[in-house]
């Protein structure tokens, strides 16, 4: 069945580090991922999000990418400050047949001041 | 900036109780869902919602769910007999489409305890 895979599932930088989150997926019909952040208690927030027509997106210090070929895609975050600091989950979908989301299991970012 | 609203923020409810939460979605979006996240658990789809019908549903939305439009602006998730395991994190979503234009937007959530 679908699934999506996440790793790592916490990850501790420090201020102005950059922070890697992987995601594998299993459905080669998937061709929509975001990416949501969640703080503590709240509701997922869209940060970004790609479609499998491009391979890359970059919006200030967050970029996405996308291997197609390798059903993997991946969120950078670039000088990371402490209130990047959350839960951040992957997902994919088939757009255009559904918005169903399979949400990967999670990252939890710990950025030390 | 419009959002999706969910009620109640916290229910307590004791096992075989029926629970209804409530969500009104933002007020153009045809596409309505409900997901849900066990605590310190993955979010996960439950059912999606379009043109007064179910349009798909998982495996967790099983015959002790439903769902309902009772109106033109409220979205509900019903649980008739709730077990212990359906104590988590209820999140009501909504869209204006599906395809490329259509991003979800998630409500606050309902938690609920079932004891």
């Known amino acids: 069945g679908e699934n999506v895979e996440q790793h790592p599932s916490t990850l501790s930088v420090q201020e102005g580090d950059s922070a890697v989150i992987k995601c594998t997926y299993s459905d080669s019909a998937s061709n929509y991922f975001p990416w949501y952040k969640q703080e503590l208690g709240k509701r997922p927030q869209l940060i970004i999000d790609?479609?499998?027509?491009?391979g890359e997106k970059k919006d200030q210090r967050i970029a996405v990418t996308l291997n197609k070929t390798a059903k993997h895609f991946s969120l950078h975050i670039t000088e990371t400050q402490p209130e990047d600091s959350a839960v951040y989950f992957c997902?994919?979908?088939?757009?255009?047949?559904?918005?169903?989301?399979?949400f990967g299991t999670g990252t939890l970012l710990a950025v030390q001041p | 900036e419009p959002e999706v609203t969910q009620t109640p923020s916290h229910q307590v409810t004791q096992m075989g109780q029926e629970v209804i939460l409530r969500c009104v979605p933002i007020s153009n979006h045809l596409y309505f869902y409900w997901y849900r996240q066990i605590l310190g658990q993955k979010v996960e789809f439950l059912v999606s919602f379009y043109n007064n019908e179910i349009s798909e549903k998982s495996e967790i939305f099983d015959d002790q769910f439903s769902v309902e439009r009772p109106d033109g602006s409220n979205f509900t998730l019903k649980i008739r007999s709730t077990k212990l395991e359906d104590s988590a994190m209820y999140f009501c979503?909504?869209?204006?489409?599906?395809?490329?234009?259509?991003?979800?937007?998630f409500g606050e959530g309902s938690r609920l305890t079932v004891l």
């Open positions: 997902a994919a979908s088939r757009r255009g047949a559904t918005n169903k989301l399979i």
């Open positions: 790609i479609r499998s027509n491009v």
């Open positions: 979503a909504s869209s204006a489409a599906v395809g490329s234009t259509g991003e979800l937007f």
